[in-house]
T-cell receptor
């Protein structure tokens, strides 16, 4: 069975600082990988996704993520954080033969200091 | 641009009461899903429907039933609510094989 671990429950960064959110997955075959963002009281919005090809993927709002097969990781990065990035971030893994069912990590709550 | 619409947004139940969460999507997606979100546990799949006329259990189906009424609508029913079902419920949909899920805004359910 597939699983996703987000080791950091909470992260606080200063506005303008760089950000890296960690995600490790467990899955036997080549996974599909996603990062979603959830603002308070809202549903989840897709930031970016990896299906195949270039292991560095660009997403919305200036985010990027890198798929590292050898480390089973898909870490999310942003060079300069804005106060509006404060939210909860979820990493998810899926597979072609799993009917689009995604397995989500526990989430990382990002707080941004002015 | 309605996307995925869930109702109600908030509900308070007493233990043993029943209720149905409604979900509708207007993106002509084949697949629909119900997840629950609990602090520190991410989202866990309750039931899903890969296509109209089919439903299957996810990771945490106990205490729930679903109906795929047509291609647009997928409802989640709690027959006898328990405090352990206090959670935020999300409906999602996806095109066949595309991977990406589109989520509704969630339904916050409290069972007393």
């Amino acid at each position: 069975a597939q699983s996703v671990t987000q080791p950091d429950i909470h992260i606080t960064v200063s506005e303008g600082a760089s950000l890296e959110l960690r995600c490790n997955y467990s899955y036997g075959a080549t996974p599909y990988l996603f990062w979603y963002v959830q603002s308070p009281g809202q549903g989840l919005q897709l930031l970016l996704k990896y299906f195949s090809g270039d292991t560095l993927v660009q997403g919305i709002k200036g985010f990027e993520a890198e798929f590292k097969r050898s480390q089973s990781s898909f870490n999310l990065r942003k060079p300069s954080v804005h106060w509006s990035d404060a939210a909860e971030y979820f990493c998810a893994v899926g597979a072609w033969n799993a009917g689009n069912m995604l397995t989500f990590g526990g989430g990382t709550r990002l707080m941004v200091k002015p | 641009n309605a996307g995925v619409t869930q109702t109600p947004k908030f509900q308070v139940l007493k233990t043993g009461q029943s209720m149905t969460l409604q979900c509708a999507q207007d993106m002509n997606h084949n697949s629909m899903y119900w997840y629950r979100q609990d602090p520190g546990m991410g989202l866990r799949l309750i039931y899903y429907s890969a296509s109209e006329g089919t439903t299957d259990k996810g990771e945490v189906p106990n205490g729930y039933n679903v109906s795929r009424l047509n291609k647009r609508e997928f409802s989640l029913r709690l027959e006898s609510a328990a405090p352990s079902q206090t959670s935020v419920y999300f409906c999602a949909s996806s095109a066949q094989g595309a991977g990406e899920l589109f989520f509704g805004e969630g339904s916050r359910l409290t069972v007393l």
